[in-house]
Structures are given as structure tokens and as C-alpha cells.
């Protein structure tokens, strides 16, 4: 498979079988060799065929990937496809190492892999020139709890090298999601795969909402689960519905996505997603969660504006863009769904050449967060 030669490629199918779905991808994107292939796929698709048509159509060529919950291709807002990037060996370069069993995850021995693939990474894309910049894309199983440990272990051994990335995903089932490499999916997987290139590239982390004057204590949790059982020494559920001003609602994914938790670290708030309301009456949380942690319920801020401030700041970053690698939660299209602006979201990201996919969760240098649209800003 291959791609204009100034363009990162891109391409995505809607066809249900994978060998088609992936002919026509290859159909569709242009004929210069590639450096490296992104893959991000509804987990609605046969996960051993659609291996097998990929590696018929990436012969050579470093390939990851996972699991979505929803696509971002150039209709903005998708789902139930395929989607490809490809990255020119002619201005790229693309190297990756997978993570497997990672409940049995060995920091240490992590580090030294992680500082053994950054070198591999300088050695090889010197062929680019004198000046080369290195991201680490990183995408890791959304349902293994996993992520926090990883993110920080893996950003500390890159050193200077920026971490940006996202948890896979399988629709709102939360059941079983898997990331791509080496050419088979993997379940309690996660990869990270060094980005070289001498064009500049940016990485950026940004939330749609703000800490409103609300706040409640974490006093009962099962921080392995990431389930809080008490707030404010009451039953969590019922609690959090009282303080976000809406005593007797319903709790559902569309309430957690509009009214989210956010805690202060770092000098800066950050949202803590609420996954889902127990018949117990606790919470299940995407992120980290323990006994003493104080929580601001969020609010949301005018989104269109703040895309496209983020839009503009991004092209005075890299310049011309020619494409916005995107994280974006799934709750973010959730709550654009329920406030009805998800045709201006997906119309601003198609006008600003975003790809990628919805995520259970977002990585940013050595942070795990969650309903922030993260990713990485790449120029001409």
C-alpha cells in the first residue's frame, strides 16, 4: 500500500467484510512506499479475518492499531468502519514494540525496552536528515486498568520524547477491546510505536468543560476496580446525582458525559469519566480513583469556540497541517449527540484534517485522562 508522496495518507471503509474493506482502502490511497500504517477499526469486525487482510495489505510494512469506539475520518463523527493512515517512507519513519499480558506488566524491564526502541528509532530515521523530531504514539487495551502504570512508565523512559495516545475501545459494550501489532490483535495489550520525521509535530491535550463550585470527597472506593463506593460518607450514586443539581434523574452514559467528575492535579483540573452506575449504588470510574481524592463536578464551556482557538493555535505550532492525529473520548460524541452539535464538531474536524478514534481514555505525556480531545499536530 502507499500514498502521495507530500501527504500523509488516508483512507476508510464502510464495507463489512475485511478483505473488501481493506481492497478498497488500498484502492483509494496513492502509490509511494510507506514508512508505517495506523489502523483503527469498529470492534464490531471479525478480529482474525480482518488480521488476515490487513497483513495481506501491509506486507513489510510496521502496522498498529486497535479497537474503536467510533472513528474520526474525514466525515468528522463515524462508526462501523476502517480506517487507515499511512505515513511516506519518503519523509517518515516508524518503529513499534508490543506490550503483551500486560496485567503482568515489569516497569523495569519496560524501561529498558522502551530506551532500547527511542535508540532504534534515532538510529534509523537518520536517513531523514540532521533534523528529526520523535513523537510515541501509544495505544493500550481500554479495558485493562492498566493504563496509568504504563503511561508513567513509558514517558519516563522516553525521556524528552512526547507520549500521546488513547485506550481502545468496543462501542459502549465495555467488554473486550484489543489493540493491533505484529500483525494480530491483542487483548491485555498495549504498544508504543516511535514517530520520525523532520516536519514539525505537535502534541496537545484539550477538555471542554471547567470545575463548577461543587465539590465532594471520595470516602469509600475499591481503587483495583476503580469503583468509589461512598462520596461524602453516602451512597456514591446518589450523592454525585445530588450535587450535580439533579436529585431524581436517571444515570446513564449521556449524564456522565454532560456533568463529569474533575480532579486538581498538577495545578490544573482534569475530568475523572464515570464508566458506569452500579446496582450497589457505587460508580465505576475509567481512571484511577481512591478514598480522600476531592472532586469538582464539571461544566461545560462553549466547545465550538474552544476548537477553534485550539485549531489556530495548533497551525501557529506546526504551520500548514496536514493532519490532526486525534484521541477523542467517546463521551465528548456522546455529550455533542445529547447538545446537538455533533454535525458542527464533526463538520470542524473534517475542515481541519483530523483522523483517529474514540477512545475509552486519553494518554498525554505520562498522564491517563479521560474526555479530553488529545493527539498530535502534524505540518507539511
Known amino acids: 500500500m502507499a500514498v502521495l508522496a507530500s501527504e500523509i495518507g488516508f483512507a476508510s471503509s464502510h464495507a463489512t467484510e475485511p478483505e473488501r474493506a481493506m481492497a478498497e482502502i488500498a484502492a483509494r490511497v496513492g502509490n509511494e512506499p510507506l514508512a508505517g500504517m495506523l489502523i483503527f477499526c469498529s470492534h464490531r469486525f471479525d478480529r482474525a479475518g480482518l488480521a488476515r487482510a490487513i497483513n495481506r495489505h501491509s506486507d513489510g510494512i510496521v502496522t498498529i492499531g486497535c479497537t474503536s469506539s467510533g472513528e474520526l475520518t474525514e466525515r468528522g463523527y463515524d462508526q462501523d468502519s476502517i480506517s487507515v493512515i499511512g505515513f511516506p517512507a519518503s519523509g517518515f519513519h516508524l518503529t513499534s514494540h508490543c506490550f503483551e499480558d500486560i496485567d503482568h506488566f515489569d516497569p523495569v524491564a519496560a524501561r529498558q525496552t522502551v530506551r532500547h526502541l527511542a535508540a532504534v528509532a534515532d538510529r534509523d530515521s537518520r536517513r531523514l536528515g540532521d533534523m528529526v523530531n520523535h513523537v510515541a504514539l501509544f495505544l493500550v487495551d481500554g479495558m485493562s486498568h492498566r493504563e496509568e502504570l504504563l503511561t ?3 514517558q519516563d523512559a522516553l525521556g524528552d520524547i512526547p507520549l500521546i495516545g488513547g485506550s481502545s475501545g468496543d462501542g459502549l459494550a465495555f467488554r473486550e477491546t484489543a489493540i493491533f501489532e505484529g500483525g494480530r ?12 520525521t523532520p516536519r514539525p509535530m505537535h502534541v496537545f491535550k484539550a477538555q471542554h468543560y471547567r470545575p463548577s463550585v461543587e465539590r465532594m470527597v471520595v470516602t469509600g472506593a475499591d481503587p483495583q476496580a476503580r469503583v468509589v463506593t461512598e462520596i461524602d460518607a453516602e451512597p456514591a450514586a446518589r450523592e454525585y446525582l445530588r450535587l450535580a443539581g439533579h436529585a431524581g434523574e436517571a444515570l446513564g452514559v449521556e449524564f456522565f458525559a454532560a456533568h463529569p467528575p474533575m480532579v486538581r ?23 484511577a480513583i481512591d478514598k480522600g ?27 500548514q497541517i496536514d493532519r490532526i492525529l486525534a484521541f477523542d473520548c467517546v463521551l465528548n460524541r456522546i455529550d455533542a449527540e445529547q447538545r446537538q452539535i455533533g454535525r458542527q464538531v464533526s463538520e470542524l474536524y473534517a475542515r481541519n484534517r483530523v483522523i483517529g478514534f474514540n477512545t475509552y481514555g486519553e494518554q498525554y505525556h505520562a498522564l491517563h485522562v479521560n474526555q479530553t480531545f488529545s493527539g498530535l499536530a502534524i505540518g507539511r
Open 265 to 287: 492535579a498538577g495545578g490544573d483540573y482534569h475530568v475523572r469519566s464515570i464508566q458506569s452506575a452500579n446496582d450497589d449504588g457505587s460508580l465505576t470510574f475509567y481512571c
Open 293 to 319: 481524592i476531592v472532586l469538582a463536578v464539571g461544566e461545560p464551556i462553549d466547545r465550538i469556540a474552544g476548537m477553534e482557538a485550539l485549531f489556530g493555535d495548533l497551525r501557529d505550532k506546526v504551520g
Open 152 to 154: 508513567m512508565t513509558i
Open 185 to 196: 490483535f491483542h487483548g491485555q495489550g498495549a504498544v508504543v510505536a516511535i514517530l520520525s
